[in-house]
């Protein structure tokens, strides 16, 4: 829904928060001075230490607990696509003066201007977040767009598929597999997010995901978190077939949802590829390619987790060995492994 931006004088700091779109339906919400400012228009003036006020707006209670004398919110903004807004509160004994008041109230229209550049740039960095990952988004908002860029880094890849997407879609209405899929990859997302893994691209039903081995992250850490977050993400797989409601899909045909994992460490390029006026920021390389094609093997041995020797040897608990397959464009078989999919 939004940020907020919380600045206290006493403690010289401002602290970040980001507001989730369902606060709306949370009580906190519905009986604060925030809603009649952003529904509304409307400003609010009140005393925190009034009894009315604080029946009226539970919050106030805090404040006057706090030793606040005056709180005052207004719109800085207002219109169909966004709104922005300030709240000020004060210790001060009788609350704000007049000259306090004349002073805020004359930089009004530069707040506004200010706060406005700051939120088209949080806007900015949220929607490249959400359609590119943090790392991508961070970096490309900085400046990196040229055609080519990037670098080279070690990562353990993720690569993982549904099952009979393709009959599934020939079934199922377009806008329940849509659905579906929202479904599927939120548990997936999630599990990758939980351990600090990049998700970089979703192509139909299949997924690539990445945890970079740099800085902190050894490369025993970044198997681990891949491991957890392959596990997890199967146990939500597994979740979604037995939920009783909130089902994604009134047509149960999908039921039960299977897919497949693979994980392979290596070189990996992080950079932009495509034409002059269109980019996408990816991770390509032998890497990639070789977990693509380790993941459909996943039916043929009947494990829906594999890892590649690369990343076997990292995992510190035992791991069984499935054998050598031959790959399409390897000269060699390559070596596979699996694990208990819930762990220890």
């Known amino acids: 829904m939004g940020i907020t931006a919380h600045w206290r004088g006493d403690l010289g700091v401002c602290d970040e928060v980001e507001v989730n779109a369902h606060v709306r339906e949370t009580t906190d919400y519905l009986t604060s001075p925030l809603r009649p400012i952003i529904e509304e228009g409307r400003s609010i003036r009140v005393n ?53 008041i004349e002073a805020v109230e004359a930089l009004r229209p530069a707040l506004a201007l200010n706060v406005e550049i700051v939120s088209r740039g949080k806007i900015a960095e949220h929607v490249l977040d959400a359609y590119l990952g943090r790392r991508i988004g961070k970096r490309v908002l900085a400046g990196d767009i040229r055609r080519g860029f990037g670098e080279t880094i070690e990562a353990v890849i993720w690569v993982s598929d549904m099952r009979n997407f393709t009959s599934l879609s020939d079934r199922i209405d377009s806008a329940e597999m849509i659905r579906l899929l929202n479904a599927f990859f939120e548990g997936l997302v ?73 994980l392979h460490r290596g070189p990996v390029f992080f950079g932009n590829i495509g034409s002059r006026d269109r980019l996408d920021f990816t991770a390509i390389g032998r890497t990639v390619n070789l977990a693509a094609r380790i993941e459909p093997l996943s039916k043929t041995t009947g494990r829906r987790l594999l890892l590649s020797d690369r990343v076997a040897e990292l995992i510190e608990e035992p791991v069984e060995e499935l054998g050598d397959f031959p790959i399409r464009g390897i000269p060699d078989p390559v070596s596979l492994f699996t694990v208990p999919e819930h762990g220890l």
């Open 190 to 262: 999630d599990a990758v997010h939980e351990q600090g893994g990049e998700v970089l691209k979703f192509v139909g039903d299949g997924m690539l995901a990445a945890f970079p081995i740099f800085g902190m992250q050894s490369a025993p850490a970044a198997a681990a978190a891949a491991l957890a977050a392959a596990r997890n993400g199967l146990v939500a797989v597994d979740s979604l077939n037995e939920a009783q409601s909130g089902e994604p899909s009134r047509d149960l045909s999908w039921r039960p949802l299977s897919m497949g994992i693979a």
């Open 48 to 100: 925190p230490q009034d009894s009315v006020a604080q029946s009226t707006y539970p919050i106030m209670q805090t404040l006057a607990e706090a030793g606040y004398t005056d709180y005052w919110g207004f719109a800085l903004k207002r219109d169909d696509r966004q709104f922005t807004l300030m709240t000020l509160a004060t210790r001060q004994a009788g609350g704000f003066s007049r000259a306090t």
